[in-house]
């Protein structure tokens, strides 16, 4: 399985970006698909996530204004991110989690990782 991300990049305060992440391989029994983030000296932390049934979760901090999306047909996963302020400054890490057994145990995938820079 491989992830490619694409879509991050320098922004203004109060810009909008479309982060996309395409799913290639062997990818079946979907259980979860999100995005990541990790600033500088910080650890990574969830952003957002769509289930397989198509619910979502959102970190409070993007609320209101990060929505994920899923094209289950292309396997590819979208955040669209307005609003956007100084400290979602971060590099931003497609994941993709698979159930190997279904509802017992799943496996985890990665992507490398897009910059998304705010600043003036």
């Known amino acids: 399985v491989q992830l490619q991300a694409s879509g991050g990049g320098l922004v203004q305060p109060g810009g909008s970006l479309r982060l996309s992440c395409a799913a290639s391989g062997s990818v079946f029994n979907i259980r979860a698909m999100g995005w990541y983030r990790q600033a500088p000296g910080k650890q990574r932390e969830l952003v957002a996530r769509i289930i397989s049934g198509g619910s979502t979760n959102y970190a409070d901090f993007v609320k209101g204004r990060f929505t994920i999306s899923r094209d289950n047909a292309q396997n590819t996963v979208y955040l669209q991110m307005d609003s956007l302020k100084p400290e979602d400054t971060a590099v931003y890490y497609c994941?993709?989690?698979?159930?190997?057994?279904?509802?017992?145990?799943?496996?985890?995938?990665w992507g490398q990782g897009t910059l998304v820079t705010v600043s003036s």
């Open positions: 994941n993709l989690k698979i159930w190997v057994v279904v509802g017992l145990t799943s496996s985890e995938y």
